[in-house]
Each structure stands twice: as structure tokens, then as C-alpha cells.
């Protein structure tokens, strides 16, 4: 198995990249932000001001795929199985939660990647990493961002792993897909984005994190195409 379903969003595009065109960019964009004088810790309270996080928050990393398929580069999701204790059904990137025998977050997750969808770590070229991403039930994610060349090959396991799919990274940067939603929780309206997607319900801490992506990389880009 390689390939999962892969959408189209239509003409509407902005940014179709390759997955040199990614690189280059995403390299910019980190080298801006390491200009900064402190790294943003971003997450579920950026658009909920007053939420509260856990002081203690158990730590997590996720991987993004980014593929490089013929007519634009993707974006690799998955959707967890029904049969899971937590987020099951959602939409997430393969990852988990940090444990001890990991040598690194970065190692997190790799490993994680493997367990759940059989993407060797030999095909993922890790080429950064994103601001945690601090969730209201109380993980801190690190995310890092892998470049994987086709063809290779996943092994979803299905315990863990409903579907394997992706999106084009021309979808992910577009702003006008960055919408916000909210709903009712515990007497509280919590807000939180989503990616209007035709099959699967892209929201929370997963729509956060692409978004912290695209305004990363649309910034690069802005400076780039200004000559800065």
C-alpha cells in the first residue's frame, strides 16, 4: 500500500508546490522564526483566550508527511480507528505520546509513524521541526516535518488506523480553508479551526497545526516573492 485517497480542491489554488519548492521554502520560514527572540508555544488557547492548559503536560510528537507526488506535494493524514479508548475517529498525523525508551522527540516520532502506518524511517527526511502545540486535554506535541519520496511502501495497522489520505499542500495554505468553528463544551464555547475537506472532518489540535504550518510558510513565501 502507498498511495491513499487523494482529493481535488478544485482550480482555486494559490501555492502549488513541489516538494524541492516545500523545502526551500519551509527552510525560510524556520530560518525567520529563529530570528525571533523566543519560540511561540502555540495550541487550543490561541483561539480561546482564558482556556486553561494542565501546568504538567505529558509529552507527544507527531510526524508530517509531506509527499512528493507528480502534479503538487501532499500532505499525509490519517484517520484513528473507531475502536480507540481516545480521539477515536479523528483526523490526526501518525504520532503519540513521548515514552522513555525514545532517544528523542524526534525519535517519538518516527517510531510512532512505523507502529501505525508502516512508513519506514529510512523514507522520511526530516527537515524541521514546528512550535509545540499545547492541547486542552493536556499533551504537548512536537511536530516535525518529513519529506518522503515516492514510491514507497505503509503498512496501516488497523487496530490503530482507520484510513491513510491526503490533501494537496495548495489546500493547507489557503486561507480561505482556515475556518474557524465552534461548539458548546461543558457550558463553555470552545472555537477551534477546520479544514472544509469533502470526507473527513479536519478540526482541532490537527487543523491547528496546519495552520501553524501554512502561516509559516506563506510568510516565507511573502518575503521570498518581495526579495528579502
Do not use: C
Amino acid at each position: 500500500m502507498e498511495q491513499g485517497d487523494v482529493f481535488s480542491p478544485g482550480n482555486n489554488r494559490r501555492l502549488v508546490l513541489s516538494l524541492d519548492d516545500f523545502r526551500n521554502i519551509f527552510s525560510r520560514g524556520l530560518r525567520q522564526n529563529a530570528i525571533r527572540e523566543q519560540q511561540d508555544i502555540l495550541g487550543d488557547h490561541n483561539l480561546n483566550p482564558g482556556m486553561s492548559i494542565p501546568e504538567e503536560t505529558k509529552p507527544a510528537a507527531v510526524l508530517i508527511p509531506i509527499i512528493g507526488r507528480e502534479k503538487e506535494a501532499t500532505i499525509l493524514l490519517t484517520r484513528r480507528s473507531d475502536a480507540l479508548n481516545h480521539h477515536a475517529g479523528q483526523v490526526s498525523f501518525p504520532g503519540g505520546r513521548h515514552e522513555k525508551s525514545d532517544l528523542s522527540m524526534r525519535d517519538t516520532a518516527l517510531r510512532e509513524t512505523e507502529e501505525e502506518i508502516g512508513l519506514n524511517r529510512d523514507a522520511v527526511e526530516v527537515i524541521g521541526e514546528l512550535s509545540k502545540y499545547e492541547t486542552r486535554t493536556g499533551f504537548s506535541v512536537k511536530p516535525f516535518v518529513g519529506l518522503i519520496k515516492p514510491p514507497f511502501e505503509l503498512n496501516v495497522d488497523s487496530k490503530e488506523v482507520a484510513d491513510v489520505f491526503e490533501v494537496p499542500i495548495s489546500f493547507v495554505l489557503d486561507r480561505k480553508n482556515h475556518e474557524r468553528h465552534s461548539r458548546e463544551w461543558q457550558n463553555t464555547m470552545r472555537h477551534f479551526y477546520v479544514f472544509p475537506h469533502p470526507k473527513y472532518y479536519i478540526w482541532g489540535a490537527t487543523a491547528g497545526m496546519l495552520v501553524n504550518l501554512a502561516e509559516l510558510m506563506l510568510a516565507a513565501d511573502e518575503t521570498r516573492r518581495n526579495g528579502s
